[in-house]
């Protein structure tokens, strides 16, 4: 007897070429997805990163502004510690201004008085009104004679119209003035 299995290998080999497409189906799907989901994951990654420089940019920039802050903070501290030394420094020989008024006005005559003083550098500028020349001249002995004062210099006499005395203006070195002028910073 013989067996005639032709329909059989048929029926096997159009179910082998079904399972073979469905498998080849299958693997391209997979492949499909796959290749799917690792450019969503590259692409959410790349995101990812491109948020981290973003953030980063954006701490930078305020980093730099919190040091220029800063930097502008330390200069207003340097400042203001140097206008604290020379309000020191003027404190502390506050007396000394005083004493050289003080001396100015003992050592004025009484047929003088005084109009204006002005202080340039270390040089003070003294105006006023005496009865005679020799009370300008005795002044400025007796500022030179003084400790605080140094080389009094006579610019100019003007004699006032009717016998009202003379105007002079001298001028003279304060070198005690001068120091703590030099000492704050001030001049």
């Keep these: 007897m013989s067996i005639n299995l032709l329909p059989w290998r048929d029926y096997a080999l159009k179910h082998n070429k079904q399972t073979f497409k469905l498998l080849l189906i299958c693997a391209c799907f997979i492949g499909i997805s796959i290749i799917s989901l690792s450019y969503v994951y590259l692409n959410y990654q790349s995101n990812q990163q491109q948020k981290r420089?973003?953030?980063?940019?954006?701490?930078?920039?305020?980093?730099?502004?919190?040091?220029?802050?800063?930097?502008?903070?330390?200069k207003i501290e340097e400042n203001l510690f140097a206008r604290i030394n020379i309000i020191q420094t003027l404190q502390k020989y506050r007396s000394n201004i005083v004493e050289i008024f003080n001396t100015i006005a003992f050592k004025t005559p009484q047929k003088m008085y005084l109009t204006s003083l002005k202080m340039t550098n270390n040089t003070l500028m003294i105006s006023g009104i005496s009865a005679h020349n020799n009370y300008i001249s005795e002044f400025m002995r007796?500022?030179?004679?003084?400790?605080?004062?140094?080389?009094?210099?006579l610019i100019g006499v003007h004699t006032l119209p009717m016998d009202q005395g003379n105007r002079f203006e001298l001028s003279v070195q304060a070198e005690i003035l001068s120091s703590i002028l030099n000492k704050s910073g001030l001049k």
Aim: proline share 3%; net charge neutral; charged share 20%.
């Design 142 to 153: 007796q500022l030179e004679l003084s400790a605080k004062f140094q080389n009094p210099h």
């Design 53 to 74: 420089i973003q953030f980063l940019k954006t701490t930078m920039t305020d980093l730099t502004k919190n040091i220029q802050n800063i930097q502008n903070l330390e």
